[in-house]
């Protein structure tokens, strides 16, 4: 089975992240670059369903330069090959833009199973495996909390409000995870020195069949007109108990229309 | 000084004590637990096969390798550090540099994976520095078995679930010129005769496993004996030679966590108006810890590349536990001092550092020792 997994570098959260005032998108120079977290979790899973089915584990990250560190790690954690999207046309682009960009280099690299995380920490739309699965005509099996695979059946725990509902297509198909899936290995010495010799393929736009004036910022069909830094936050309501404490914060919850 | 996978390895055991190990040791230590689920993680990221060949399930690394590991995961905890150096450098590395090639097929898989622990039984109740002359414990041969008598007292990773053996030094003869002849013995865990006693009630370490053991005509089969018989004395000197850079890096790793603890505290904790970072008095105390950490880190990084190029080391390793752990225990204090009355408290873990660091000058060597080997490597009149 030839797994792709899709995986983004996004500013460490942990740090302080900022857009850049002359484009307004996101300054990934000013913070450390991490794989977002629940690419991880995709990243765990398609090692997973190799190892239980065999083929093999595709990484396929669009972004800068500095994103070699993060198909490395995934490398590290044992996919056997990767794909580096890089290019300046790329820069400033929607999720359309992505979306459509990403799907031109799967047809490239072919797939019988695209998996990601199920959002990113730093856009946090949460639509790229949707728009994936549009633009490759296959199904989509998104906030999967468990996969299993027999023969080209693919089914799903999808989670909900309320629990969870099981999901079935046929592959080839486009699956986005939840954090509830696995828990992701951390690369070993072992695959950290064998993640150097593995392959690294870099595509430019005309490498994938990507048409310029569909990508990059000018070409986005979203646009951000403003912005500001978050307000710091503001103290909380303290509610000392003489007596009522329990009714008190029960009100409270109530106000918000927690209860 | 690191090529780019030590730089990754490091980056990755960082990582990994911070979401895995910060999150739950507290608890543990509060209890006086064995982290289990923990301790089978680091097995799952290869932790303990870092310097064990692959050909025996490890990964392949280098005794620098298993040190950054060991910082890493000493900045946030020293436990699960001790219980990684103990099972590697005291358990697997004796196997995997005298055993038979029977002995290391047999055990190092299964300890590089972290699924057993090993221990080594060497300090009893009255050695420690006089390691040699303090020991009582025997063996004798009897009917193609060793027979094995005596006790052995601190024995790191004894006592687990998972500890699969133990190598007992015992003495198994007199030399020609009347000393004692020393060998190492792998006694399994659940050998018949062995005891090992409930845990010790420790000051610090308290979510690893020590355990007294005590051998009552315990009987393991001749070849169990690791090595050539009488180089047990040889065997423990190079042992712990290279379990100082070891300790080294554990004191370290606790040093560069008091400054990491301080530098947060000391930017959110406000007092007469501003946040304690801004007084000299906090300052200068956070500046000295890092350089402290900073010079001790330097010293066993030193010492490990010696060691890792086959360079004489013994003097680097000992001046780098000595500065080391010296190091781990000043910034124990000073970092207990800037966080005041929380310092104080078991729930935050520069408590944790403070009843950790002590151990660190007089495991594996006191300080007294170090200097005494230091001052023999000088050439001083003995």
Same mark, same amino acid.
């Given at each position: ?15 302080? =992240? ?19 977290? @629940? ?7 398609? @090692? ?64 019988? @199973?695209?998996? @990601?995380? $199920?959002? $990113?920490?730093?856009? =946090? ?9 549009? =633009? ?51 690369? $070993? ?30 070409? $986005? ?26 009714? =008190? ?11 | ?83 990684? &150096? ?28 972290? &699924? ?64 004692? &002849? ?78 990491? &603890? ?121």
């Amino acid at each position: 089975m030839n797994i792709v997994v899709c995986v983004k570098q996004v500013p460490d959260t942990a740090t302080e =992240r900022k857009l850049r005032s002359e484009d307004k998108t996101l300054d990934r120079d000013a913070a450390d670059g991490v794989v977002n977290e @629940l690419d991880e979790y995709a990243v765990e899973e398609a @090692l997973r369903l190799k190892e239980a089915h065999g083929g093999e584990v595709t990484v396929l990250s669009m972004g800068p330069a500095k994103a070699t560190e993060t198909i490395r790690k995934a490398l590290a954690m044992g996919a056997d090959k990767a794909v580096h999207l890089h290019d300046d046309a790329l820069h400033g682009s929607d999720a359309l833009g992505t979306s459509y960009a990403v799907s031109q280099a799967l047809k490239k690299i072919g797939f019988d @199973l695209v998996i @990601l995380g $199920s959002e $990113s920490t730093d856009a =946090r739309t949460g639509m790229l495996a949707a728009m994936l699965a549009e =633009r490759l005509g296959a199904p989509q099996l998104t906030l999967a909390s468990k996969v299993e695979i027999e023969g080209t059946a693919i089914r799903v725990e999808r989670i909900t409000d309320y629990g969870y509902d099981k999901v079935e297509a046929s592959l080839p198909a486009v699956v986005s995870v939840v954090e509830k899936i696995n828990e992701p290995r951390y690369p $070993s010495f072992k695959g950290i020195m064998a993640a150097k010799k593995k392959p690294v393929e870099t595509l430019g736009i005309a490498d994938a069949d990507i048409a310029a004036d569909q990508v990059g910022l000018a070409n $986005s069909w979203s646009e951000v007109v403003d912005f500001a830094a978050a307000p710091p936050r503001a103290a909380g309501t303290v509610i000392k108990d003489e007596g009522d404490g329990g009714a =008190r914060a029960a009100e409270f919850l109530a106000s918000k229309k927690f209860i | 000084m690191l090529n780019d996978e030590h730089v990754e390895l490091r980056k990755s055991v960082e990582e990994f004590a911070r979401e895995v190990v910060a999150p739950v040791i507290g608890d543990y230590y509060e209890r006086c637990e064995f982290p289990y689920d923990v301790v089978r993680r680091m097995g799952a990221m290869g932790l303990f096969g870092l310097p064990v060949p692959e050909e025996y399930g490890g990964m392949g690394g280098d005794y620098f390798a298993l040190c950054l590991a060991l910082e890493e995961l000493a900045r946030v905890d020293s436990s699960v550090a001790i219980t990684l &150096e103990a099972a590697v450098s005291l358990g697997a590395m004796p196997i995997l540099r005298y055993g038979t090639d029977e002995q290391k097929r047999r055990w190092l898989p299964g300890m590089a994976a972290g &699924e057993i622990l090993g221990a080594f039984g060497l300090t009893e109740p009255g050695g420690g520095s006089d390691v040699a002359g303090g020991m009582r414990t025997t063996a004798a041969l009897d009917g193609g078995e060793w027979v094995i008598n005596g006790s052995k007292a601190f024995i790191t990773n004894s006592g687990t679930d998972i500890t699969g053996v133990v190598a007992v030094a015992a003495i198994t003869g007199r030399r020609e010129d009347g000393r004692p &002849e020393i060998s190492t013995i792998l006694v399994p865990s659940g050998t018949p005769g062995m005891t090992v006693s409930k845990k010790y009630s420790k000051v610090g370490w308290s979510a690893s496993d020590t355990r007294e053991l005590s051998f009552t005509d315990c009987r393991v089969p001749e070849e169990n004996i690791l090595g050539e018989r009488g180089r047990g004395y040889a065997q423990f000197l190079q042992t712990l030679d290279e379990g100082r850079v070891a300790i080294a890096a554990v004191s370290v790793g606790l040093a560069q966590g008091c400054v990491d &603890e301080s530098l947060r505290y000391a930017r959110e904790r406000r007092a007469f108006g501003q946040e304690i970072g801004c007084y000299q008095a906090i300052q200068f105390k956070i500046v000295d810890m890092e350089a402290r950490a900073h010079t001790a880190r330097l010293a066993y990084y030193h010492a490990a590349e010696r060691m890792v190029a086959g360079l004489p080391f013994k003097k680097e390793a000992a001046i780098a536990k000595l500065v080391a752990s010296n190091a781990a225990m000043d910034n124990a204090r000073d970092a207990t001092q800037v966080f005041g009355g929380y310092g104080f408290m078991n729930e935050f873990p520069v408590g944790r550092f403070y009843r950790d660091a002590k151990i660190l000058e007089i495991g594996e060597g006191t300080s007294e020792v170090q200097r005494m080997l230091i001052a023999r490597e000088l050439g001083l009149p003995t």
